[in-house]
């Protein structure tokens, strides 16, 4: 759950007082989301626990004794996991809808970035 709160709390600042200007340039549908802005965070708080829980999952197969020896792993892993699954998953569909390399390359930057700041917390709390 730190994990996760670790993420949503990251894209608070992500998309507030560094990007926020920039995506609402290229994602108008931003204005509609904040009228039901209860669910949209609810349903992105339940999101990055599922993505946290099966980071944490990935930590637990790796073990504590390896992860103690190499506490390196926790970046690589988590950073690994943005830059080989997520961001491709999510450019592949960002070009398929012909949204711009700008936001492709923020959304993607966000990304990276929380996933970095869950295995963070993973290495804090072992």
């Not at 920039?22 to 965070?41: D, F, G, H, M, Q």
């Amino acid at each position: 759950m730190v994990a996760a709160l670790s993420a949503f709390a990251l894209g608070g600042v992500w998309y507030g007082p560094l990007f926020g200007e920039a995506k609402r340039e290229y994602a108008p549908r931003i204005a509609e989301a904040r009228r039901n802005k209860v669910v949209t965070l609810g349903t992105t708080l339940l999101l990055m626990l599922v993505s946290a829980t099966m980071l944490g999952h990935f930590f637990a197969r790796i073990g504590p004794v390896v992860l103690a020896q190499k506490p390196w792993l926790y970046a690589m892993q988590s950073g690994g996991v943005a830059l080989a699954f997520v961001v491709p998953a999510l450019w592949t569909s960002y070009i398929h809808q012909r949204r711009p390399l700008r936001l492709a390359l923020m959304d993607g930057g966000y990304w990276i970035a929380s996933y970095l700041a869950m295995g963070a917390v993973f290495w804090a709390l072992s």
